[in-house]
DNA sequence: TACAATATTTGACAATTGTCAAATAATAAA
DNA sequence: TTTATTATTTGACAATTGTCAAATATTGTA
């Protein structure tokens, strides 16, 4: 909880009464390696925050899984297209280790957004911050090669590695697992 | 304007009175074909519609011009990162024919938002909205391939093709222009 | 420890797309 | 209309990455 605070203060300084009111509406669960918080085509209620654990996002494409997001220690994610169009998930959402997650109810959400103007301002912040993300992601998958993407994932999560396994980090770059292998050692 | 009132109202309709302020503060201007609304290096103000016309979004990666994005008749764009960061931007944007945009300024827009719970609402759904397309096309880019992702555009934008020179559409599509040119012929 | 299951690496080859150069087509200017 | 300029297409070849199969390494479990 003290994790997700810092970084809902670093996105915008939310002021009382309306902080506490926004972190009460935050459920804490734990969810063992394996466990899944979201299966394809539920409706996805919950936008997410992992403390101290690893999640993946992913998908089914033509028999192949896809790994859409990897979310690490204190980290917001949620299937963006579900939790704001209100239509079942193509995407689900397992653990990739014992993690702890704390999740925020889509309904809640809205309702506090409505009754308070500065918990409105928050949430619009943090969906700038995903939509610059998103941006940023896309021209990395768009004119980086392989061994670009790889280098910077490295650097931006350095510890991805020890924690993931590699198909998943390799779909996650938009590259087959036998390219990260070559890619990641010589050349 | 009819047309930006239309696209407003589709994203949140928006109640009088924070309606006609929110109107009030977009300006309409003319641009030549050719002519830059917008370039590098300059901190981007304005988040901008284009009415009748053709706008391309582009920036300069080692001498080679990407095309970031193209908008046509009734389409909102803005320098995502300039506008949001007020940093300097990296993208350019001109004119790819004689055009009607409406611009908003960003100063103006942060004041109606204090002022306007509903005017913020509106704000948050045009971002969600742009989050949402952000990520269609990043799926599109990492997963479908020339052909496919022409084929897409065509049908999104069907006289695209007539409007727009070749080459803009190929760095838009992440493609060469040779590419390109064999895609949509044969094959 | 030894075995089984899973994950990663390697090799051979194919498919897609990029690069560079030249030819052709389309458009704008004289 | 003719010419010059710009845009698009085509060919030959190279680079990158994907595919499939097999080998090797790692991990978990009896």
Known sequence: ME??????????PLPEPALSKFL?????TSYEKGAHLL?????????????????RIYYQKEEKEITEWLALDNNFFFSIQSFFQRVPSRLAIH????SEVFMMHHDDLMQ??????????LFRKMITTSLILSQIRMESIQFENAHQRYQRLLSSSPDILRRVPLSYIASFLGITQETLSRVRNAR
């Open 3 to 12: 994790e997700l605070c810092i970084r809902l203060a670093q996105i915008y």
């Open 95 to 98: 653990a990739l280790e014992n």
């Open 112 to 121: 506090l957004c409505e009754q308070s103007h500065e918990t409105e301002k």
């Open 39 to 55: 299966k394809t085509g539920q409706i996805s209620n919950y936008m997410y925050f992992v403390g101290k654990g690893a999640v």
């Open 24 to 28: 009460s509406i935050w459920k804490s």
